[in-house]
């Protein structure tokens, strides 16, 4: 998400009104939000975003985008996130256990082929239905959703995003 001229200043001072109890302060962040700009001498007023290149612009930003990571730690991440580990790959397991028994009566050749072959493929099921993770990250205006499950689910959850910043943050894309 990379369009800070779009941030709301409605959601970003009720943000920072639950937040910090000083209406003073409110009222100052209010009127740097408000202050416009001018472009070819000409004044134009401001309706939404942080006035680009201020140093408190981050840090508003940041205030916005905090209920978005609440939003992934809190909803999204525990209901696409099940089982402690991935079960054994069962191709795996089959060569490793012909491996040993190739192993134990003394064909040592055949075994070494077999771990090689093993050591080919993953170790764990990289489809098992029980497992599924979410991982996200976010530096700045920019984040990244990592996803251990479906295509569906990951198209789920790309929705799930866009519907939270279009109508909970109203934030949109350019």
């Known amino acids: 998400m990379a369009s800070f001229d779009r941030i709301d200043h409605t959601i970003l001072l009720k943000i920072l ?37 201020a140093v408190v612009s981050p840090i508003l930003s940041n205030l916005v985008l905090d209920k978005l990571d609440k939003y992934v730690e809190h909803e999204l991440i525990p209901a696409y996130t099940r089982g402690q580990r991935r079960s054994v790959y069962p191709p795996y397991r089959d060569l490793t256990k012909a491996a040993s028994k190739a192993r134990k009566a003394g064909e040592l050749s055949q075994a070494r082929k077999l771990n090689q072959q093993a050591q080919s493929i993953p170790s764990r099921d990289p489809n098992d239905p029980n497992f599924r993770r979410l991982w996200y990250t976010r530096y700045a205006d920019d984040f ?9 689910e990951a198209v ?9 910043l279009r109508e909970d943050l109203k934030l949109e894309r350019e």
């Open 156 to 164: 789920e959850i790309k929705q799930k995003i866009a519907t939270f």
């Open 144 to 152: 990244l959703l990592g996803v251990v499950g479906s295509k569906s």
């Open 17 to 53: 009104q639950d937040k910090i109890h000083d209406n003073r302060f409110i009222r100052l962040i209010k009127g740097l939000l408000d202050a416009g700009y001018l472009e070819n001498w000409k004044y134009n007023a401001t309706y939404s975003g942080v006035p680009q290149g």
